[in-house]
């Protein structure tokens, strides 16, 4: 059960990576790839490593460190990647 | 009050960084916790906290459902909206909330202003709708 | 388990490569460091479920190390070019 469950959300977090770096291909604006990529890199590795964590909960200590940092970094890299590339856009 | 909160943060991350329970490694992080250097501007009340570590909680769940919304349903459009806090939030408060507006995968703060506005960009099905 | 994580480690692989692609083929600045940004923090995640599928827990120390100072990194990185720009 717990099995399934930990290859459901690795699955899941492959397909969002899939579905959010496609989009990378294409020729859109900076910030509508951001959002396609936060829903790939952050989203989608939080699921992963949520699916790690149920398959190995011996090392749980690392797992949720990688969950938080991934949390609050990803999320300050969309923000500072979004502000200095409209301000440089804005000239 | 919420200097408490800062080291119940620092201690957490040391605890989990060393993943060592011991009385001794307890005591190292509250030492460690307490000597890193610490701001004494106004942090704002506990239930200033309290509300943005709620917001967080609900964040998750809500980014999941606009990831899975815009996977079925194409977003195509985007649009520029600006959304008015209140003014004088400290500086803890104002990371807290653009960390939840940029979560969520649908918006994306880019830029702060200093009177209160927060410059949001977001995705939409289509135009001016 | 050890077969699947092998597919799915190999899935995160093809993923890499798009960034990777993306990455060569731009020629505007912020579309680059995008598509690094993103390779980035998919190559600490690989770097992760490798050391699942070894079960050695130095590796995965590594993975959280870069993923956050790879993170770090980049923020710097932007600024410096919007400086740049600026000037």
Redo the contacts between chains.
Sequence with gaps: MIDMLSYFCIGGGIIFWFWGTLPLLGKRSVLFKLHSLSVSDTLGSMAIVFGLLLKLPSEWQLLILAIISLAIWNTMLGYVLAYCASSQEDL | MSGYLNIILRLT?W???T?DLSLENIAIGIVISLILPHTHQSIGTLRDWLQAIGKIVMAIPT??IE?IE??FRP?QA?DIVIERVPPNRSSGLIFLD??VI??T??T????YHQDGGYEV?R?KRRKNS | MNSSLNLILMLMIVAMLIPIYAAWQANDVWQKMLALASVSSKASMIILVVSVLRDDWMIGVVATIVLSVGNAGFMILAHLLKRMDHS
């Design positions: 991350i605890l989990l960084l993943s980014a999941y990831a815009m996977i977003h985007e653009i960390f940029t979560f995968p649908k994306i703060v880019f830029k960009h995705v």
